[in-house]
């Protein structure tokens, strides 16, 4: 890692890992006995081990010239094994979350343990430290390829990807020890906020030096995608989390925003994380990795345009649909419910253009898993935007919101979705960058796949029944017109399902540590002579050659 | 800003920029001459090259 980084370059990482250090420090001293404290000490021992690493390598002769006939890899790498390591401790909270609704004894009586603090820690965790991390990896390697140029320089590709993994660590043991905004998808408290922000412009930065260095004059679509994901993020990060600190020395911050303007800001940030950090970024992987597995080009190009406008213009608009029947003025609620109805055109315009994309090859489908996971996420992206525009129908969403149907239509968006476009761009991109000419076994991606599909499965089926059920209990009258069940009722109701939910998501964790088996022993094989990519990757023929089909 | 003011700016302004940007970019993927831009760029990640051109 130090070693590819030049003279300058390894002496501009002391330079900010000993500013990082000395900001852990300001921190720890400020904070003394104040969570801020415990993270001040977390950052002063990042900074010191980042400090130590590049020291013990400093003298290591200087990357040669030859380094610039090929593209930066190691970032995207790294990026990989850190996103598989972030799955695995996001879906294992996750799942120990879903069986403390079944057994509540099992926070084991500690505050750290408690469901209002570890299930932060689930969504952040799949959310931040997988989806993040895979989206940083895939965006510097289709970035390098698409532009047919190499990143700009070795060491900010790093303290993109180092800097935002620390931020997800202050993030997840924050939560254990209670920090939090309260604030859904954005709890970070402001010191962490600010860190973001300053990786996150890196990133931008990053992405502007290497398209304004791209060979090929076209931008393509992928590109748009992953912009749009860093800059809109960017700007949600920003607005939502405008607050003032109790003191330097204090992890407490309260919001600039109070009352509806709070919420209302809230939810345009959550609704916008959903569009931006778990559609749009990951868009931009499939509109590049499912066309290289398929070996076709995409169904229609024109078709992608169109429908990355749309989907960046119309989600801006739908956050207000999280706040039916609440103080919101009703024409907000009114427009948000529209514009999110509207978003099934170009939602379903890129599901429908990926599948498109897959005829043809559905042979290719049908022998390979890779390929598989990205069809089925192709799926879940058409169904969950679907129940998603029906949700925010006001009157559906009097019977759904509050209940387990919202939980659902998160997690068939989530696993569905975004964890089967990532797991099939990994397997995709794996071998070609590590130069192997296959994953270590085909029979495992299997597994996985079939693991993955059939716990999303039982995982959306079990929170649909809760939630509908829930939703009706709530709803349903005596002929005296009183309340027909009490609230505990309901929850006494839903337990077969938590049950069930539980069981999902564990298939879908196992499903999970196979993946990480598989990929680590592909990294491990010996090094296969393999010159560029090759053999995973299929050829692509020429428009209007016919595919035969084995047996024809 | 006032609620009033919001309403008029949303039902007016806010109701014809996204109608006439719909259009230019319905317009921009369908033009005619764009339409060998757009095929190369979907041809052009495919095939086995894997380095930068220099």
């Known amino acids: ?552 | 800003m006032e609620n009033d003011l919001t309403v008029w700016l949303s039902k007016s302004f806010g109701l014809f920029y996204l109608i006439a940007m719909s259009i230019g970019i319905v317009a921009y993927a369908y033009w005619p001459s764009n339409k060998k831009q757009f095929d190369d760029a979907a041809q052009s990640i495919l095939g086995n090259e894997d380095r930068p051109w220099r």
């Open chain 1, 1 to 552: 890692m130090i070693a590819q980084l030049t003279k300058s370059e390894r002496q501009l990482a002391l330079v900010i890992l000993l500013a990082i250090t000395i900001c852990g420090l300001a921190m720890g001293i400020a904070g003394r006995d104040d969570p801020l404290g415990v993270h001040g000490a977390i950052v002063i021992l990042a900074g010191l081990a980042g400090i130590f690493g590049v020291i013990y390598a400093y003298y290591e002769p200087e990357p040669s010239e030859a380094r610039l006939a090929l593209y930066y890899d190691d970032p995207s790498k790294v990026g990989i094994i850190l996103a598989m390591g972030w799955v695995l401790i996001g879906l294992f909270i996750g799942d120990w979350v879903a069986w403390q609704l079944v057994f509540p004894n099992l926070t084991f009586d500690a505050g750290w343990s408690s469901f209002g603090r570890i299930r932060p820690a689930h969504t952040s965790a799949v959310i931040f430290g997988f989806g993040g991390n895979a989206l940083i990896a895939t965006s510097f390697y289709v970035l390098q390829r698409t532009s047919r140029a190499r990143l700009p320089d070795q060491l900010s590709p790093w303290f993109v990807l180092l800097g935002y993994n620390l931020f997800c660590i202050i993030a997840a043991t924050g939560y254990l020890m209670g920090v939090t905004q309260s604030k859904e998808y954005a709890e970070p408290e402001w010191y962490a906020d600010i860190w973001l922000v300053v990786v996150w412009v890196a990133y931008f930065i990053i992405y502007l030096r290497t398209l304004v260095r791209r060979k090929e004059p076209h931008i393509y679509v992928s590109n748009w995608y992953y912009m749009a994901f860093i800059l809109v993020v960017a700007i949600l990060h920003i607005v939502n989390n405008l607050a003032v600190p109790v003191s330097w020395g204090h992890a407490k911050s309260y919001s600039a925003f109070s009352g509806v303007q709070d919420a209302m800001t809230q939810w345009w940030y959550g609704h916008n994380a959903v569009a931006f950090f778990l559609t749009s970024g990951f868009l931009g992987m499939m509109y590049y990795y499912m066309p290289i597995r398929a070996g076709r080009p995409i169904f229609s190009y024109r078709l992608s345009i169109i429908s990355f406008w749309g989907i960046t213009f119309m989600y801006m608009w739908a956050g207000s649909h999280h706040l039916h029947y609440t103080a919101l003025p009703q024409w907000v609620q009114t427009l948000g419910m529209t514009f999110s109805i509207m978003l099934l055109v170009p939602s379903w315009a890129s599901a429908g253009n990926a599948l498109l994309t897959l005829n043809g090859a559905w042979h290719k489908v049908r022998d390979d898993a890779t390929l598989r996971f990205m069809m089925v996420a192709a799926v879940f992206y058409g169904l969950s935007t679907f129940e998603g525009s029906f949700m925010a129908i006001r009157s559906v969403n009097s019977l759904s919101h509050y209940t387990d149907w919202t939980v659902g239509h998160v997690h068939a968006g989530a696993l569905g979705w975004v964890a089967m476009i990532t797991f099939g761009s990994i397997y995709a991109s794996v071998p070609w960058l590590w130069k192997r000419e296959r994953m270590y076994s085909d029979r495992l991606v299997e597994w996985h796949f079939w693991l993955a599909l059939s716990g999303t499965l039982v995982y959306v089926f079990a929170m649909w029944n809760s939630g509908i059920i829930q939703g009706l209990m709530w709803r349903t009258y005596t002929e005296s017109g009183t309340l027909a069940y009490s609230f505990v009722d309901s929850v006494a109701a839903m337990r077969p399902y938590y049950i069930a939910r539980a069981i999902g998501g564990l298939m879908f964790l196992s499903g999970a540590v196979i993946g990480c088996v598989n990929i680590w022993m592909t990294i491990r094989a010996a090094h296969q002579p393999a010159d560029e990519r090759l053999a995973d990757r299929p050829v692509p023929r020429p428009a209007g050659v016919p595919a035969f089909q084995p047996g024809e």
